[in-house]
């Protein structure tokens, strides 16, 4: 039990365009969602926390408007990367706290690549 | 400001042998505290969890201790394996939902 998919797992795209993530909870509903980055050899750096039906609550630094977030339901939530530049190729990875628990349960993450 | 440290960037041991890792935490007073394993180019997966309230947790070669007045975790692995290999983060939360990860140890099991 307890996973969680990420969509896709990598992806390549030049720079200007925007970019979706999809992650979801496949067997349990997640209140709660989370969205990290992570760089080469370092550790997991959040950027936002989403709760279902609310906005966003995005950590200092991380810009809303290049980084949109959109968890319509409990098992789906959506990172856009909105205007990709070669700085924003990163590893991406959501990560979903099942209700009335404190274990967060993590994707299998995605690599983008701005070109 | 909080401050996660883990012991070691990188941390060798022979098979068979104890692997001890450990978390150090400053400015945070966390009710309980998470170890995750990575494989590279993976998503942490979920290893163990122990609250504030207990000393110490166990699951099969696995065992976790926390002390909040020294502020540290240990994190021991028994009889290693060269599948054991991989970075090790802890975690750090207090009911708020504002997760603080350390930066990870990589572990190598040699055979």
């Known amino acids: 039990g307890a996973v969680v998919s990420q969509h896709p797992s990598r992806v390549i795209c030049k720079s200007g365009t925007s970019v979706k993530i999809e992650c979801r909870s496949l067997?349990?509903?997640?209140?709660?969602m989370f969205w990290y980055r992570q760089f080469p050899k370092q550790s997991l750096m959040l950027m936002a926390t989403s709760n279902e039906g609310s906005k966003a609550t995005y950590e200092q630094g991380v810009e809303k408007d290049k980084f949109l977030i959109n968890h319509a339901s409990l098992t789906l939530s959506t990172l856009t990367v909105t205007s990709a530049h070669p700085e924003d190729s990163s590893f991406y990875i959501c990560s979903a706290l099942a209700a009335g628990t404190d274990t967060q349960y993590f994707g299998p993450g995605t690599r983008l690549t701005v070109l | 400001s909080q401050k996660i440290e883990q012991n070691s960037e990188a941390l060798n041991i022979q098979e068979g042998k104890t692997a001890t890792l450990t978390c150090n935490y400053t400015n945070y007073s966390p009710a309980y505290l998470q170890w995750y394993r990575q494989d590279p180019g993976r998503g942490p997966v979920f290893l163990l969890l122990?609250?504030?309230?207990?000393k110490e947790k166990r699951k099969e070669r696995l065992k976790v201790t926390f002390d909040t007045t020294l502020k540290q975790s240990l994190f021991h692995i028994t009889a290693s394996q060269p599948a054991d290999s991989a970075t090790y983060l802890c975690a750090l939360d207090n009911y708020s939902q504002n997760f603080v990860f350390g930066p990870g140890t990589r572990l190598s099991v040699l055979p």
């Open positions: 067997d349990f509903q997640a209140t709660t």
């Open positions: 122990i609250r504030e309230n207990e």
